[in-house]
């Protein structure tokens, strides 16, 4: 809520700033276009005007022509005839009358001017000065001087005692008042001034008091009339003192020619008639030429006009046609040419913002509409903000499209009704309502992907009100960072949480306002920063302090922190993630996408990517600069003062500014067109970035079958160039013609955007010589006119421009087809290799297949429910009858084979009625041991694919599924893919560099040292010249580690750390540490590091960071038999076996000990059946028994082997081994091998016996390993061949299991339609609870009778029954709401629906918070499968409790319980017998019975159960026991048969009813935790288990009669198992 009332002001006050602004800009310009419409009628009057005064001038012009050449002719003829008259009077008065005369030609002129412009003048004229509130300058001062000129002639002008006039009333406003009040009559006064001059009566004061305007520099009569018509009508007051002096000549020069008057006067007469001619001619003349120039100068403006007025549309052009109209004459009227200066000045200011104005207009109408929608708009945004940032963009699409925007549209709507404006966008987009295109190009430009979820992101980090976390573990989200925070003012400082110096750099950071990054954070967080991390602010004053450590530190406002982690999927406490947005910097498949497609494009097309790139850069740039020259235009529109149209550099600049803006706009137009067709290049190469995609995806996905198996997006980006730069040099690619045309285009394209051309570089530099727009006043980011504008449009310098065109040879679209499918392989080999090199053996056919079902998916060849119906091996539960196949096929597998119909492709169509058809041919087909590889009877071997055919597999024969998804694979991506080289460190050192750490993951037998030391002295680097150093990790060990890799990472070396796995407080310092060393190392510095894997593949010993940079080898030893004693064997030596003083004991017993290892190490893949539990067996084990047989030897006269076997099974080997039964395996195991037999031919195995010793050296046993040992079965193990059938469908299952649980199920579960399906249906068969109140009374009649503990045990069922159907009830219910959205998604809920989409019971996985698991029964069974096991073990405990009558035979598999009913058996028969109960056993035997339907009767002294499996053996049948044995009786009970070896692929067959009786204990009877052991050799002791896990599922010891030796049945695995797996 804080988030969304600050960020709603926030946005409330940019909306309300953007509207002020814009509205400011529009009323400037509407006002401008109002007055220029006032203008424009103005000017309409004027130009018609001018047009007649350009008329009468001209035949002025014309009269004074003519006059003037015939005055010419008459002059010429008084000249003659007065020449002789002329020089008498030069003689004597000529001088002066001359002189005179001259100044007479000069003034005359001027008076007759001022009197005809007198005359010209007219009442408008004046009358458009009367309206002036401040007239223009110059013309103010006129009207004072005809204020004076007037005064002490006209009565209305004031004056004074000494006749002048009041400095006052020379103003503008008293003037104004005074002479312009009677326009008229002020017209002819001045025309009266000329006759008062003429009659000499002129006052002396007002001559005197006008000179000091004759004196002003603005007082000339050109500049005059330039300013208003009416204002040059004054120059008669400088002609009277001419005349008088032309007056005094003409007397003076008529007294002194007295003789020449006649003929004086005729040529005075005609000269001053030439004269006034000549002036009037000269001035008509002029008057032309002035207008002729005039028209040039207005035929310019008027083509400026024209060019700006376009852009105002309809308006502009009638303006302009107007404007057109003023041609020559505008000169004849100073006030005329005013008024249209000042219209162009207007127009010019328009036609600039003409544009602007409609843009702005629409901008404000939607900025004043989204306004209102705000509200719901920001609270949209405040929720994304809030929730969204951790999800991924799949999340994010349908929480906010979904769920936020529906309900608050649904609510808004009910708030305000039908009627009612709903405040909130019906398609927001909370990243435009946080952020705008400008911003985001900004931080495009700054390092940020430019796919949604990395704008989103950007949007999050930049708007949140906490501080943001985030989660990037491909660095690129940090990389932003650092660069948004670049500014030197920010001063960013980068720190971690275990640096020493950090809480002083945040005590800085906090008081100066600056900003901190806090990098590579784990799950927690240092309690000291809790106040900073909560805001925990105290506030003293107008100050906010916070507690950091001891001392208060004052909270600068503009303080900024960032939190950032390397961790893919952290677990973070409620506390951080309620105080911090978590913001999921994870790259997007989409996203990474394009980021590789541009790695691709700038690998393959160098050229083609550098163009595109600064095309990119520069599109980002237009829209910078496009957003902040319109803030520029708007600023300067609102500081603007005054009439604008007078600021002459405002409306020149904003022209200015709209030229840049219609530049970029075109070039941004051209940049679009030539990124548009690069992208149709660079798509090409899409197939081959879409691959690499998904690989990084795959890989990013196999942390969830292992913690090493972590990469980070910069370690696989080198792997991914190596892919390319593998085919580059290899391929000779050929590049040339076809490409011509594509790359010529591109470049002319480039060069007219990228470069621009030599106009446009003209544009420029006038640009940059500025407008005069840059006046310092401008916001900070603005003024992008002029100088800065034009850094939008520049080039990349001449330098660059030499590398801008697109050079190399482009492919053809068939070429760049094949190049791409050769990068495709290239790159997916080369990535599959540098992950296969990691993997450990049992996860690599996993990931295969991982990988070939994505590429098959992705690229079409495979639809998403056929690799749904491979990987999940759906059941249909209701099959129908079998029909012939019921008499060899197991269910399980016929309802698999019926689920198979039911594709939609349709293959499988009526598959299990061609079954039942041709039954016979499918029953050899399925006996067959590798039935894959064989012809499929009813012709679905031509009508499958190779793909459905595993499918097929998958369902009938599960066991033979590896093989044949191995073919399988390596026909669909390659051989090379399921055929694995030999390792080598001399390549996988090529991968390696200074910067990138090598791992060694440790396996038995396995020892890294000796392949890095190798390699390094072949390279010179030893430990002899202190290049090469080794050091086993351990306690003491890490400051010596710490400075070898300080001195080599300075000086160049190899340091190799070992057994990592034992120092793991210390990893995260060396993880530190290399990070420093790395930043400047030397080239040849290299660190080898190993370490164990951890217990469980989901438990990590690494730091995931680490591991993220690490070159990964898991190159495992071969796993069997002859590689381990191989191996086993190679630990010893001639030497050693020399030095026994009974070396062919010592050799055969080593042997044997050698061989006895290798069966240990190598039972561990047949899972729980050869080993209950995993035991890390290793070659310490093997070289410390050897020790202890070497000194038992030499010590002892004889072989000890009693104490052999002692020392090697309980303490050595033993000492690994924690259950029971797997002791009794070892100890079996080396009571056959460690015997006096090794010296007379023992058979370890078939076909496999004991070497003569006496006669063989080292060298000999390893040869006769090579010659005689028979081929790997699970024969050597003493296991039946049903175990590798076993193991292999085990195999089958883990495969496409972990497949499924990393991909979380395909197509939503075995009952299809998703969660929810899977939701309704489970809901709608659970049944009832019990009531317990009726079952205690169905229980009452029986309580204290002899049934008494039976009927408790199904009390007890009942109570553990309800209380796994109350949690189901409840989870469903819960996850039910949670899916319609009633209740909140918790961890419990997502983890059930995970559940149920992958067909698991909730809670199997250890993580997992749902509890289903800990209510029910151990089992190994899918959903549905347990589900249906469910239902029946409520249908049977409801017989038993409605009844209370224990039946003839109980489902003991059905019990939560068995053990207590095993021990109501013994308390029954205790009570009866009246024997002891901790004197009791039970005992076992299994009858002749195997229907439930034939026990009719209970058995005496115990119970009859059924239900039961037998796996590693099976039970002899009537017909084999009656060959060998006669039925037993057991009191009244008929028991029969013993172990038998299994048939073939019957794995788990069915036993017959159980007779579990209670016996008391015997003396000589052996009292284990397991049980009483008999010890008899004719009585296996079996035990039996819960399900094929074995191990914690054990439940009691059977007894069970053998006619064959125990050890046989202990080495089998043979054990009792209560449950299938399916």
């Known amino acids: 809520l804080k988030l969304y009332g600050g960020l709603l002001e926030q946005k409330r006050k940019g909306q309300d700033e953007n509207i002020e602004r814009l509205g400011n800009g529009l009323t400037k310009l509407n006002d401008t276009a109002s007055i220029v419409g006032k203008l424009q009628t103005d000017l309409a009057v004027m130009v018609e005007e001018a047009e007649k005064k350009k008329e009468t001038a001209e035949g002025i012009a014309e009269v004074v022509s003519r006059e003037k050449a015939i005055v010419e002719i008459e002059t010429d003829k008084a000249q003659k005839e007065a020449a002789a008259v002329v020089a008498v009077v030069e003689a004597e008065v000529g001088a002066t009358a001359a002189d005179t005369k001259a100044d007479l030609d000069k003034a005359e002129p001027a008076v007759e001017q001022a009197m005809a412009a007198l005359d010209s003048l007219e009442k408008k004229d004046i009358s458009s000065c009367k309206g002036m509130n401040t007239p223009p300058p110059g013309v103010g001062e006129v009207f004072g001087a005809t204020m004076v000129l007037l005064s002490n002639i006209v009565p209305s002008v004031p004056v004074q005692k000494n006749g002048k006039v009041k400095a006052k009333d020379l103003d503008w406003g008293p003037a104004k008042k005074i002479l312009l009040g009677d326009i008229d009559g002020y017209i002819n006064n001045l025309k009266h001034v000329k006759t008062v001059i003429d009659d000499s009566t002129f006052p002396e004061v007002n001559r005197s008091e006008i000179q000091q305007f004759l004196d002003l520099e603005t007082f000339d009569p050109e500049i005059i009339k330039t300013k208003n018509s009416a204002a040059g009508d004054d120059i008669v007051v400088t002609v009277e003192p001419k005349r008088i002096a032309l007056a005094a000549a003409l007397v003076e020069l008529e007294a002194a020619q007295s003789k020449l008057k006649i003929v004086t006067e005729h040529v005075a007469g005609l000269e001053a008639k030439l004269a006034k001619l000549t002036a009037e001619f000269n001035a008509a003349n002029s008057e032309k030429m002035a207008a002729i120039s005039a028209v040039e100068n207005g035929n310019k403006k008027l083509d400026l006009a024209q060019r700006l007025i376009s852009a105002l549309a309809a308006e502009g052009d009638r303006w302009a046609l107007e404007v057109e109209h003023l041609n020559l004459g505008r000169d004849l009227l100073t006030g005329d040419v005013l008024l249209a200066s000042a219209f162009i000045s207007y127009v010019g200011l328009i036609s600039a913002l003409a544009a602007e104005g409609d843009r702005w207009a629409l901008e404000v109408e939607h900025l004043n509409l989204g306004r209102d929608l705000l509200t719901g708009d920001v609270l949209l945004a405040s929720a994304f903000i809030s929730y969204v940032g951790p999800f991924t963009k799949e999340f994010r699409s349908e929480l906010m499209e979904k769920h936020f925007a529906g309900f608050l549209f649904r609510e808004f709507r009910t708030a305000v009704g039908e009627d009612g404006i709903v405040p909130i966008s019906e398609a927001a987009d909370p990243a435009k309502i946080l952020s705008n295109d400008a911003e985001i190009a900004t931080w495009n430009s700054q390092g940020l992907p430019s796919d949604p979820v990395s704008s989103e992101n950007g949007c999050i980090v930049t708007n949140s009100a906490r501080w943001p976390l985030m989660i990037d573990p491909q660095l690129q989200g940090i990389k932003w960072v650092r660069n948004l925070e670049a500014h030197p003012d920010r001063d960013l400082q980068i720190v971690r949480l275990d640096q020493k110096d950090m809480l002083r750099k945040m005590e800085r950071a906090l008081e100066n306002g600056k900003s901190v990054l806090i990098e590579n954070m784990g799950e927690t967080m240092e309690a000291v920063l809790n106040p900073v991390i909560q805001r925990a602010a105290i506030i003293r004053g107008k100050k906010k302090y916070l507690k950091l450590g001891d001392s208060e530190v004052e909270l600068h406002p503009k303080f900024q922190l960032y939190l950032h982690t390397k961790l893919s999927n952290p677990h973070y406490p409620p506390e951080i993630q309620a105080e911090c947005t978590l913001v999921n910097f994870m790259v997007t498949f989409s996203g990474l996408e394009d980021q590789l497609l541009s790695l691709v494009v700038r690998k393959e097309q160098p050229d083609l990517a550098a163009l595109g790139e600064k095309l990119i850069s520069q599109q980002n740039g237009f829209k910078i600069k496009m957003r902040d020259l319109e803030d520029h235009i708007l600023f300067k529109l609102a500081t603007a003062e005054g009439d604008i149209t007078e600021d002459v550099a405002l409306i020149e600049g904003l022209e200015e500014s709209k030229r840049v803006a219609d530049e970029i706009g075109k070039k941004a137009a051209i940049a679009h067109e030539t990124q548009e067709a690069i992208k149709i290049t660079s798509e090409k190469y899409r197939p081959v ?57 591109l470049n002319e394209r480039a060069t007219g955007v990228v470069t621009g051309d030599e106009e446009d570089d003209d544009n420029v530099s006038q640009s940059r010589r500025g407008t005069g727009l840059q006046t310092g006043d401008e916001p900070a980011g603005g003024g992008m006119a002029g100088e800065a504008a034009a850094a939008a449009l520049e080039g990349p310098g001449e330098e660059a421009e030499e590398n801008m065109e697109i050079g190399g040879d482009l492919l053809s679209d068939e070429e760049m087809a094949a190049r791409s499918l050769v990068l495709i392989d290239s790159i997916t080999t080369t990535v599959f290799d540098y992950v296969r090199r990691g993997l450990f053996e049992r996860h690599k056919l996993i990931v295969t297949t991982m990988l070939a079902l994505k590429v098959a998916t992705n690229d079409g060849w495979l639809t998403a429910e056929q690799v749904g119906t491979l990987v999940e091996g759906k059941m249909n539960l209701n099959p129908g009858p079998m029909g012939a196949l019921e008499e060899w096929m197991p269910l399980d597998l016929f309802r698999r084979l019926k689920a198979l119909e039911t594709l939609g492709s349709g293959e499988f169509k009526g598959l299990c009625d061609q079954l039942i058809e041709d039954s016979e041919e499918w029953q050899t087909w399925f006996q067959n041991g590798k039935c894959e590889e064989v012809k499929m009877p009813s012709g679905l071997d031509k009508s499958l694919t190779d793909y459905l055919k595993l499918c097929f597999l998958r369902a009938i024969r599960p066991d033979r599924l590896p093989s044949a998804l191995t073919k399988w694979l390596g026909a669909s991506l390659g051989k090379n893919f399921v055929e694995q080289p030999p390792f080598s460190m001399a390549a996988a050192f090529q991968e390696t560099s200074n910067q990138t750490p090598v791992f060694f993951v440790l396996f038995p037998g396995v020892d890294p040292t000796g392949w890095v030391e190798s390699l390094g002295a072949s390279m010179g680097l030893t430990i002899a010249n202190n290049k090469f150093a080794n050091i086993s990790m351990g306690q003491g060990q890490e400051k010596p580690a710490e400075n070898l890799v300080k001195r080599f990472g300075k000086e160049g070396g190899w340091v190799m750390l070992q057994n990592l796995h034992l120092m793991q407080d210390w990893v995260p310092n060396l993880e530190r540490l290399l990070e420093v060393v790395q930043e400047d190392a030397h080239d040849m510095f290299r660190c080898f590091i190993s370490a164990e894997p951890p217990g469980f593949d989901y438990f990590k010993n690494m730091p995931e960071s680490l591991m993220q940079s690490c070159i990964k080898v898991a190159n495992e030893a071969p796993a069997d038999v002859k590689s381990n004693l191989k191996r086993a064997w190679d630990k010893f030596s001639q030497e050693r076996i020399d030095a026994s003083t009974k070396p062919t004991e010592f050799k055969s017993v080593l042997f044997a000990l050698c061989w006895f290892h290798s069966i240990v190490c190598g039972r561990r893949r047949f899972g729980p059946q050869g080993w209950s539990v995993a035991y890390s067996f290793n070659d310490g084990d093997l070289t410390i028994c050897a020790q202890v047989l070497f000194l038992y030897l030499d010590t002892n006269p004889v072989v000890p082997w009693e104490d052999l076997r002692y020392i090697f099974g309980e303490i050595m080997y033993g000492g690994h081994i924690t259950d029971p039964w797997d002791r009794v395996q070892s100890g079996s195991y080396l009571s056959l091998y460690i015997t006096d037999a090794l010296l007379n031919g023992f058979e370890f195995a078939p ?201 003839f035979s109980l489902w003991l598999p059905g019990l939560f319980n068995p053990t207590a009913f095993l021990t109501a058996i013994k308390q029954v028969t205790a009570r009866a017998t009246q024997r002891p109960l901790d004197n009791m056993t039970n005992e076992t035997h299994f009858t002749t019975m195997f229907n439930i339907e034939d026990a009719t009767v209970y058995p005496e002294d115990g119970m009859l159960i059924h239900g039961l499996f037998m796996e590693g053996s099976r039970w002899s049948s009537l017909e084999e026991a009656a060959e060998v044995e006669a039925p037993h009786m057991v009191g009244h009970t008929e028991t029969f048969g013993h172990v038998k070896e299994s048939f073939l692929k019957d794995l788990l067959p069915v036993m017959p009813l159980m007779y579990v009786k209670a016996v008391p204990v015997q003396p000589h009877w052996q009292a284990e935790g397991v049980g009483f052991l008999r010890n008899d050799p004719k009585v296996y002791e079996c035990p039996v288990f819960i399900t094929l896990n074995r191990g914690g599922t054990y439940v009691f010891l059977a007894t069970l009669n053998t006619l064959e030796p125990v050890s046989k049945w202990v080495l089998t695995g043979t054990a009792l198992i209560m449950q299938t797996p399916r």
């Open 1247 to 1447: 076909g496999f016996t004991a070497p003569d010793m006496e006669p063989l050296s080292y060298d000999d046993v390893v040869q006769y390993v090579d010659d005689t040992i028979p081929a790997e079965s699970p024969i050597l193990f003493g296991l039946h061949p049903n175990a590798e059938i076993g193991y292999l469908e085990t195999l089958t299952s883990t495969v496409f299991t972990t497949v499924m649980n990393i991909s979380g199920g395909s197509g939503g579960g075995e009952a299809g339609g998703g969660v929810r399906a899977v939701l309704d249906d489970l809901q709608a068969q659970l049944p009832e609870s019990f009531v317990m109140l009726v079952v205690l009374e169905n229980a009452q009649p029986f309580l204290g009778g002899a049934t008494e503990p039976y009927v408790v045990v199904a009390m007890q069922e009942c109570g553990r029954m309800n209380a796994l159907l109350d949690e189901m009830r409840m989870t469903l219910a819960d996850l039910d709401k949670g899916l319609k959205g009633q209740l909140n998604m918790t961890d419990k809920m997502e983890d059930m629906a995970i559940a149920l989409g992958i067909n698991e019971w909730p809670g199997r996985n250890p993580f997992s918070k749902c509890t289903w698991e800990k209510s029910a029964w151990p089992s190994k069974k899918g959903l549905q499968a347990q589900y249906i096991d469910l239902l029946e073990r409520y249908r049977c405990a409801k017989e038993w409790s409605d009844s209370m009558i224990t039946p």
């Open 689 to 745: 970035a879409n691959r690499t995609s998904l690989m990084f995806f795959l890989m990013g996905d196999l942390v969830k079958i292992h913690t090493y198996y972590i990469y980070s997006l910069a370690s696989f980006t080198k792997v991914f160039f190596r892919g390319i730069d593998l085919v580059t040099t290899a391929e000779g690619r050929s590049r040339q013609a076809t490409a011509d045309a594509m790359r010529e285009s």
